[in-house]
């Protein structure tokens, strides 16, 4: 099955920095990348997801990057915010499955 | 656009007691609908997969007569913790998805459920 790795588990950064989150999956056959949002207490919000037919995709001030051979992806937030600290779930799944294989979350923490 | 609603919110209940969780896609037909615990500064646990008319289909570990999983229709299903005690105690999340595997799921509020 597919096994999804997720890094780092904690990440601190100040405000207006950058942050990357970085997952790999060991299914090549994963074709679908989302990643979600989850405050305390809250569900978790998708906010963004790319396919393996695209190598990157951008909203705003968040970018998500897919390097198939490597069979890793990454979440990057630019110009961070307060309202950007959560813990923050990548995923791959495949057409042909049912399930989403998630990572193990990572929390970041934006520092006013 | 795909919205996942989930009640109740909050449960408190005394240990030995049964407790119904329901998840309805408001604006969409879910095909497929899932059950997840999270633990406290955890990642989401899937408990069980569930597409409308058919058997759940429960991750090894998890009691299926334990946590009774019911898809009756393409917008509803419910998760039924029987006999609950204190290590039921936690967040249960659903969530819905429209389509295949390579669709995005749709998360409902989820459930803290306290057994006491």
């Known amino acids: 099955g597919e096994n999804v790795e997720q890094h780092p588990s904690t990440l601190s950064v100040q405000e207006g920095d950058s942050a990357v989150i970085k997952c790999t999956y060991s299914d090549s056959a994963s074709n679908y990348f989302p990643w979600y949002k989850q405050e305390l207490g809250k569900r978790p919000q998708l906010i963004i997801d790319?396919?393996?037919?695209?190598g990157e995709k951008k909203d705003q001030r968040i970018a998500v990057t897919l390097n198939k051979t490597a069979k890793h992806f990454s979440l990057h937030i630019t110009e961070t915010q307060p309202e950007d600290s959560a813990v923050y779930f990548c995923?791959?799944?495949?057409?042909?499955?049912?399930?989403?294989?998630f990572g193990t979350g990572t929390s970041l923490t934006v520092i006013p | 656009g795909a919205v996942v609603s989930q009640h109740p919110s909050r449960v408190i209940c005394k240990s030995g007691t049964s407790v119904k969780i329901e998840c309805r896609s408001l604006d969409f037909q879910a095909t497929t609908m899932f059950w997840y615990r999270q633990f406290p500064k955890k990642s989401l646990m899937l408990m069980a997969t569930s597409n409308e008319g058919s058997k759940a289909t429960y991750e090894q570990g998890v009691e299926k007569d334990k946590f009774l999983i019911n898809h009756a229709s393409l917008t509803l299903s419910t998760l039924t913790v029987t006999s609950a005690h204190p290590e039921d105690s936690s967040f249960y999340i659903c969530?819905?998805?429209?389509?295949?595997?390579?669709?995005?799921?749709?998360f409902g509020d989820g459930t803290r459920l306290s057994i006491l």
């Open positions: 790319i396919r393996s037919n695209v």
């Open positions: 995923a791959a799944s495949k057409a042909t499955g049912n399930q989403f294989y």
């Open positions: 969530s819905a998805r429209e389509g295949l595997g390579n669709q995005p799921q749709h």
